[in-house]
């Protein structure tokens, strides 16, 4: 058990340019989220996988945002025309499904997105 | 819509004192789950101590335990023998039940704990 790791860990772009992450969550989970945390707040959900299914979509992420799960192991979220709104921690997550634990979320380190 | 609140955005203690953080929540559902997370600096998120709504024990997890009072929709947690190492943001959190078809959690704004030496 690796832990859910994030990259890059660090993100400069320029406003208007299109950045991706990528999320590699712990191996045996079938869940997979996606959170954003701006400075001096707690993360806020954006959107959430089973597998490779996108199940769930928050209002925060526009149509400039794009996630994907293609084979329902690792997943990427794609930021197009990036605005400096953007600039935030994005954080992945992973759980399992079914009873016992699993409704505990392990995070990643998370992607600290910088737009100038 | 549910949310949480910890109205204490920084709190300090001294090293090996006891302090308790604050959060309360909003939900009509009845069966739901609450979570203490731990954000060291340019660390990332690490679960505390977690608690179900169906049970009346308050979890407790070495020196850390919570006071979760259902009626009141709060959950506090406390810290006792606090270590330099306990320094960190802390944030509360709320998982709806599995029922409500989300597994999402809301997450309060956090407090952000000193440890004094």
Not at chain 1, 87 to 107: D, I
Not at chain 2, 51 to 76: C, I, L, P
Request: a positive charge; charged letters at 20%; glycine letters at 6%.
């Amino acid at each position: 058990d690796t832990g859910v790791s994030q990259n890059p860990r660090h993100k400069i772009t320029k406003r208007g340019q299109n950045v991706t992450f990528r999320c590699d969550p712990i191996s045996e989970h079938n869940r997979l989220y996606w959170y954003r945390q701006t400075l001096g707040q707690g993360p806020e959900f954006l959107t959430y996988f089973q597998n490779e299914a996108q199940l769930e979509k928050s209002r925060l992420l526009s149509d400039r945002f794009s996630a994907e799960r293609p084979k329902g192991s690792f997943s990427t979220l794609e930021i197009q025309r990036t605005e400096q709104g953007d600039s935030a921690m994005y954080l992945c997550a992973s759980s399992k499904s079914g009873g016992g634990s699993s409704y505990e979320q392990y995070f990643g380190p998370g992607t600290r997105l910088t737009v100038t | 819509a549910q949310t949480v609140t910890q109205s204490q955005p920084e709190m300090s203690v001294q090293e090996a004192e006891t302090v308790t953080l604050s959060c309360t929540y909003d939900t009509s559902e009845s069966d739901y789950y609450l979570f203490w997370y731990k954000q060291p600096p340019s660390r990332q998120m690490i679960l505390v101590i977690r608690q179900e709504a169906y049970k009346q024990q308050n979890a407790t997890e070495n020196r850390f335990s919570v006071n979760f009072q259902k009626a009141a929709k709060s959950f506090s947690l406390k810290i006792s023998d606090s270590q330099l190492g306990d320094a960190a943001m802390y944030f509360c959190a709320y998982r709806p039940p599995n029922t409500s078809g989300t597994y999402k959690y809301i997450f309060g704004t956090g407090t952000r704990l000193k440890v004094l030496a």
